[in-house]
DNA sequence: CGACATAGTGTTATATTATAACGTAACTTA
DNA sequence: TAAGTTACGTTATAATATAACACTATGTCG
């Protein structure tokens, strides 16, 4: 295993998930700072609901967690998915096409192409980058000028495997 | 170009449609044979709406286009899902993700990952098989069991690029 | 400071996509 | 033909997403 899938890889692995969380709204809140972009407390309640797991969120769960938390407030559809544009523009969260669903990115600010391993036992979703040129080349040999890439392999992962479900 | 890529790009070269719709219909009819499956008057409208085109097609395009057709009836969503549904198990149709959309398998019966180029001026689509297997080996490595693949890449295709849109 | 421009938020309504539940019709097999 | 099964039709509703518009906060320039 490359240390570059074990870095991907890390939400199917036990791991220090506390330090996940600090790591990337550190990195998030410099990337805005760099990037001259306001991380409001609305966009930043958004990303630490995402950031709470490697799992995705569809709209209406961050909804729910938002109006959960602070039950005084009764926050609308249209909030949420205002932030989630902003999130995935600047690229620090991910949507996952097949789920309808959002996905805190593990490397926020890289541009790359994200692709990811979906367990459909836990839930858990791993991203990697870039480790998949065959279907890019193919695209260039075309012609095809690539925008946007959707790659979203589901399926069991090794843990789940051997809880033999 | 490959044979295979020439092949599988089909939709983004002019070409004789109608033989793809007699083909790929004709294929359906076998394939529903041998496994001994009925491609009810439903199942085949919805299908043969799909093979129109190598361009995806919402839920509610598919039921507009069947109410247009027989005016006289008043089709109802689930009806639509329902044969797509058959179509997708019996793998004559993809669904694309990111499209919330649905497309006719340009190879039925061939059970592996398909893979798709998209168009988003154009809207055509093209169909690979199995190029790619980056992503896939990884997986392996990780001891990661794979289901189902959704790779969907967007862009512009090399007609598109050359009418300067 | 105060007028302005801009970006972000809150609110309401509505659009779009998908499924549940249940009864009827059509086919299959014995 | 009767029973069992598969497919269809219908109604209602769930789940996901956006449009439109008013209000608020923030930044900027005189
Ligand atoms: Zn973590
Ligand atoms: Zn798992
Ligand atoms: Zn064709
Ligand atoms: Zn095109």
Redesign the interface.
């Known amino acids: ?1 490359s240390p570059k ?1 074990e870095t991907s ?1 890390i939400a ?1 692995r036990k791991h220090d998930h506390r330090r996940c969380q600090r790591q990337l709204l550190s990195e998030a809140r410099q990337l805005c700072e760099a990037r001259k972009l306001r991380l409001t407390s609305r966009r930043r309640q958004v990303l630490e609901i995402l950031l709470a797991s490697h799992q995705p969120l569809g709209a209406y769960d961050i909804l729910a967690e938002l109006n959960r938390v602070d039950s005084a407030e009764r926050i609308a559809p249209a909030i949420v998915y205002r932030a989630l544009e902003f999130l995935m523009a600047e690229g620090l969260i991910h949507r996952i ?2 789920r309808n669903a959002f996905i805190s990115c593990i490397h926020p600010g890289h541009h790359s192409a994200a ?1 990811f ?1 979906i ?2 036992d836990c839930e858990q979703v ?1 991203e ?1 980058e870039n ?6 080349s ?2 260039d ?18 843990e789940c ?1 051997k809880h033999g479900d």
């Open positions: 295993m899938t890889a199917f096409e097949s692709q391993l367990c459909r791993a990697f480790i998949d040129p065959g279907l890019l193919a695209a040999n075309l012609g095809f000028a690539v925008d946007h890439s959707v790659v979203e392999i589901t399926g069991v992962c090794a495997q």
